[in-house]
């Protein structure tokens, strides 16, 4: 039986654990927090806490793994937490399961390309903030061990999206100014695409894309919602946000990872949000 880590077990960890178990793979989840891991207690494969930022934490629970997936997340944060999280994560998991495969979840905030041009894993991923520079520099990290970089879209799924809770709050604006492409992908799909890379040994050092198959303008995302939930349009107005300059505009493909065999269950927004979110949100005043 094969055995995995999943190093971080949150939104996307957990739906990854339970589905590498299904598949008769002895797993194991960690979290930071001791609160995260008791939360897990009915999981059927142990979940323990144990900062993977922490050489000696990490060392006194090393198993043997076949394959570990870093995807423990920042939430946020600054750059000293990233550096942190991600590149002494990272390389804290590679020296201590060396003879492991390792997967790293990046993000496609690292392609900074900003006229709606399709990139793909070929494609530049020059990040200008200091947060996706260290991201890259993971990467590379991890790819110089033989490991597996999985890019992963705006995450999605039960419970959670950006996009539908700052409609419903009344947050959103739409800006034609700064109109640009939302790509995404759904927790199921990740953690499905994620199975297929470590069950079918690809080639190591690869970089994938996760994401649907359909970037689709924020615009289009507010419309869809509005004519769905019978609401009026968010008012036209600058990003609460404010990010607007130096944010990218791409679409990301995913045709590397279909080659593969992999198909999105939830190919595009509509099919995630009628299929999987709208049905799990509580949308004040519905
Ligand atoms: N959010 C997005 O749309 C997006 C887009 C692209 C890529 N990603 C990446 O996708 C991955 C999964 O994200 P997610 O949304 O599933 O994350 P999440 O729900 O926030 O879960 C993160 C998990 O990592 C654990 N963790 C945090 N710091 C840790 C540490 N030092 N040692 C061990 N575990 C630690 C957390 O434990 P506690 O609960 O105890 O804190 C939690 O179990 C992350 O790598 C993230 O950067 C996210």
Do not use: M
């Given at each position: 039986m094969p055995r995995i880590l999943i190093a971080?077990?949150?939104?996307?960890?957990?739906?990854?654990?339970?589905?590498?178990?299904?598949?008769?793979?002895?797993?194991?989840?960690?979290?930071?927090?001791?609160?995260s891991a008791a939360k897990l207690s009915?999981?059927?494969?142990?979940?323990?806490a144990?900062?993977?930022?922490?050489?000696d934490h990490v060392a006194a629970h090393a198993k043997s793994f076949d394959a570990v997936i870093h995807c423990a997340s920042?939430?946020?944060?600054?750059?000293?937490?990233?550096?942190?999280?991600?590149?002494?994560?990272?390389?804290?998991?590679?020296?201590?399961?060396?003879?492991?495969?390792?997967?790293?979840?990046s993000s496609t905030s690292v392609y900074a390309q900003e006229n709606g041009e399709w990139v793909t894993e070929e494609s530049a991923a020059a990040p200008q903030?200091?947060?996706?520079?260290?991201?890259?520099?993971?990467?590379?990290?991890?790819?110089?061990?033989?490991?597996?970089v999985a890019r992963l879209a705006g995450i999605y799924g039960p419970g959670r999206s950006a996009l539908l809770k700052r409609f419903s709050s009344g947050e959103a604006t739409i800006d034609p100014q700064n109109d640009h492409f939302v790509n995404q992908a759904h927790r199921d799909d990740i953690a499905a695409a994620l199975l297929l890379l470590l069950s079918r040994r690809v080639d190591a050092v690869q970089i994938y894309n996760i994401v649907d198959d359909e970037p689709i303008l924020q615009s289009e995302c507010y419309g869809?919602?509005?004519?769905?939930?019978?609401?009026?349009?968010?008012?036209?107005?600058?990003?609460?946000?404010?990010?607007k300059r130096g944010r990218s505009n791409k679409r990301v493909?995913?045709?590397?990872l279909r080659r593969l065999g992999w198909t999105p269950g939830y190919p595009s927004f509509s099919e995630a949000m009628q299929g999987s979110i709208l049905p799990s949100f509580e949308i004040p005043g519905t």
């Open positions: 971080g077990c949150g939104y996307v960890g957990q739906a990854t654990a339970d589905l590498f178990h299904d598949a008769g793979w002895e797993v194991e989840g960690w979290t930071a927090s001791a609160e009915d999981k059927r494969y142990p979940t323990v144990v900062d993977i930022a922490d050489t920042t939430r946020g944060g600054d750059v000293a937490l990233y550096r942190r999280v991600y590149l002494t994560g990272a390389g804290n998991l590679l020296e201590r399961f060396d003879q492991a495969t390792i997967v790293f979840t903030h200091e947060t996706g520079k260290i991201l890259r520099e993971t990467e590379e990290l991890v790819l110089s061990h033989s490991g597996i869809w919602l509005a004519a769905k939930l019978n609401r009026p349009l968010p008012p036209v107005g600058g990003s609460a946000s404010g990010r493909s995913n045709a590397k």
